[in-house]
């Protein structure tokens, strides 16, 4: 079966600090893979997304970037967090049959 | 653009009754319809996926209809218990032309509470 995984659960981290989240799914080759952030009291907003190896794209500029090294690991990082980068991050994979599948998140506070 | 609208914002009922939450979208070239529920401080976890051929999904007490030509959704949760208590999110997937790349357009959510 499909799974995902996604770490630290929550993260405290100081302005100007970097960051990195890492995303891995499991039971599937060649999936689609996203990050989204929810921030507090608004909706989910798609910030990357993945078709493959290398490939990247970006919904909306920002202080964030994504990297996809492995078929099934996506990476979200940043050289100097802001204030504004505070959120809950998800990952996903999407396929046809399941439609989207969420991981459990990370709870972002820049402090 | 896409635009995804959920009504109600907040629904507070007494245990046992049967709700409905509403999901109304703008743009009707979608692939799919996802409902997911999230519990506070959590993920999202999927409850029904309809795709644009089909009109309902059923799961348990849960049951989800698509019409795409008036761009609505209904989820039908029946008997609602206290653990039905969460945020009810509604998205419509739509594919970027020419990649296999599919975005999600989601709604604001329902927060659902349920009483005993």
């Known amino acids: 079966s499909q799974t995902i995984h996604q770490w630290p659960a929550t993260l405290v981290q100081p302005v100007g600090s970097p960051l990195s989240l890492e995303c891995t799914v499991e039971?599937?080759?060649?999936?689609?893979l996203y990050w989204y952030r929810q921030a507090a009291g608004r909706g989910l907003q798609l910030l990357f997304y993945?078709?493959?190896?290398?490939?990247i794209s970006s919904e909306v500029p920002q202080n964030l970037s994504a990297s996809r090294p492995q078929d099934r690991q996506f990476i979200l990082s940043s050289k100097k967090l802001l204030l504004s980068d505070s959120g809950f991050y998800l990952c996903?994979?999407?396929?046809?049959?399941?439609?989207?599948?969420f991981g459990s998140g990370t709870r972002l506070t820049v402090v | 653009k896409q635009e995804v609208t959920q009504i109600p914002a907040a629904l507070s009922v007494p245990e046992g009754e049967n709700l409905v939450l509403n999901c109304s979208f703008t743009?009707?070239?979608?692939?799919?319809l996802q409902w997911f529920r999230q519990d506070p401080g959590k993920g999202l976890t999927s409850l029904l996926l309809?795709?644009?051929?089909?009109r309902e999904q059923t799961s348990g007490r849960l049951n989800a209809s698509l019409d795409k030509s008036s761009g609505r959704s209904t989820l039908y949760i029946a008997a609602s218990q206290p653990g039905d208590s969460a945020t009810y999110l509604c998205?419509?997937?739509?594919?970027?032309?020419?990649?296999?790349?599919?975005?999600?357009?989601f709604g604001q959510g329902t927060i659902l509470t349920v009483h005993p």
């Open positions: 743009d009707s070239a979608i692939y799919n």
């Open positions: 998205a419509v997937g739509a594919y970027a032309g020419g990649t296999s790349y599919g975005k999600l357009t």
């Open positions: 993945s078709v493959g190896i290398g490939q």
């Open positions: 039971g599937t080759s060649n999936p689609n």
């Open positions: 996903a994979w999407d396929s046809s049959f399941y439609g989207y599948t």
């Open positions: 309809i795709q644009s051929s089909q």
